[in-house]
């Protein structure tokens, strides 16, 4: 038995090799994330007599030149989850120091105690991997996409005040930002009431049919009546007026078109997978939602049961009892994923916004909770919770 303790960071990592009963093979040193220096390592390792493995911290995406690296050549590399490993650190420490050189014997320490618990990384895993790392860039852009949106809304506050009220941002059947198209043809009220409103109902009517929305003539009226009785604060005639408005339809298209490439991708991804089909079924997921939700939940395999799945969720109460008192009145613990707690509630979110949808067990139990004098927030956290428990019970069955 001998572990490898890997203390991770950027660019470099320290290792420490150590043998049971805290026997240390090789003093802790550092190594470069080069192919030259990660090959003497593998040297060394080859060297050993017994039964390698190496142990890490999953530390973003610092690890994984070393998780490449060692797969590659057949090792087996166990990543563990950073909280573990430094719940792990605390109750073995009393001084409670701190240096890259200690966190590497620790971390070959738990190699040795765990040994027959580790997980090798199993290559299927790169599946998940691409796609959880896709889901965290999509909810970064995500937010751009919401920075972006408020800044073409601030722009149109000058050049169209109430404008915005009379389109929703984004038309589901074309997949585009019906806002956006409009103000790039008509981005200031000075060109609508420039015309007669016979004039503008056929602009807007022809309009729309080059871009295949809707054609609709009342529409057109009440956006002409809004021009009419507007104030702009910015005028038609400077230059600055027509281009900062361009620039923010740019900006946002541009974003748009990185998430739709990315959600592509994540889809492709996803229906590659057993589970996928199952997880599509289920009420509230949509096209969009199944890969985010595969994505941060992962593969189910490496969980032993369904409690586990929500204490990743981080929406489990824990329980708390001292003597005759027993607490009842517990809030969820948040030490967990954030983005499958916001993918969850929004799934939670389109089931309740929707028709009872076929699959209805988790939408009658919201309403259950609801009616027992839950709050709607809280109500959609408990049918998350069932929500999670159903979706472990499935997606296990189907590698069963």
């Not at 490993?85 to 040795?112: C, E, H, P, Q, W």
């Not at 600055?240 to 592509?264: C, G, P, Y």
């Not at 593969?299 to 049961?305: A, F, M, Q, V, W």
Request: glycine fraction near 6%.
């Amino acid at each position: 038995m001998i572990s490898v303790g890997v203390d991770v960071s950027k660019g470099k990592s320290t290792v420490c090799v150590m043998k049971p009963y805290g026997e240390i093979v090789l003093k802790p040193f550092e190594v470069q994330h080069t192919e030259s220096e990660l090959s003497e390592l593998e040297k060394m390792l080859r060297k050993l007599d017994g039964e390698v493995r190496l142990v890490m911290e999953a530390t973003g995406v610092y690890h994984l030149p070393l998780l490449t690296f060692f797969l590659e050549r057949g090792y087996f590399v166990s990543v563990i989850n950073p909280y573990a490993m430094r719940k792990y650190a605390k109750d073995n420490s009393i001084r409670g120091a701190k240096t890259d050189k200690l966190d590497s014997i620790v971390i070959a320490n738990y190699g040795i105690e765990k040994w027959y618990k580790l997980q090798n990384y199993d290559k299927d895993e790169a599946i998940y991997a691409e796609l959880k790392l896709l889901g965290r860039r999509y909810r970064f852009y995500m937010e751009l996409h919401i920075k972006a949106l408020q800044e073409l809304t601030h722009m149109l506050d000058y050049t169209m005040p109430g404008l915005k009220t009379k389109f929703n941002s984004w038309d589901e059947k074309n997949n585009k930002d019906k806002l956006s198209d409009f103000v790039e043809r008509f981005w200031h009220y000075d060109l609508i009431i420039g015309m007669s409103r016979d004039d503008f109902v056929v602009a807007y009517c022809e309009w729309a049919k080059e871009k295949k929305y809707q054609k609709s003539q009342s529409k057109a009226e009440e956006i002409y009546e809004l021009a009419s009785n507007g104030i702009p604060t910015l005028s038609s005639s400077t230059p600055s007026t027509k281009m900062l408005v361009q620039e923010a339809i740019s900006v946002l298209r541009a974003i748009d078109d990185t998430l739709n490439t990315i959600l592509t991708r994540m889809k492709e991804l996803a229906k590659s997978l057993p589970e996928y089909s199952t997880v599509r079924a289920m009420g509230g997921v949509g096209d969009v939602l199944a890969p985010k939700l595969i994505a941060e939940i992962g593969d189910i395999r490496k969980l032993h049961s369904a409690k586990a799945l929500i204490a990743v969720a981080g929406i489990d109460p824990p329980p708390y009892e001292s003597g005759q008192f027993v607490g009842s009145n517990r809030r969820i613990t948040k030490r967990g994923s954030s983005t499958l707690r916001k993918v969850g509630y929004e799934v939670m979110r389109v089931l309740k916004s929707h028709p009872e949808p076929e699959d209805n067990a988790v939408y009658n139990y919201i309403l259950k909770k609801e009616a027992e004098g839950k709050t709607k927030k809280h109500a959609k956290i408990a049918g998350l919770n069932k929500f999670l428990r159903i979706y472990y019970a499935r997606v296990s069955e189907v590698y069963k």
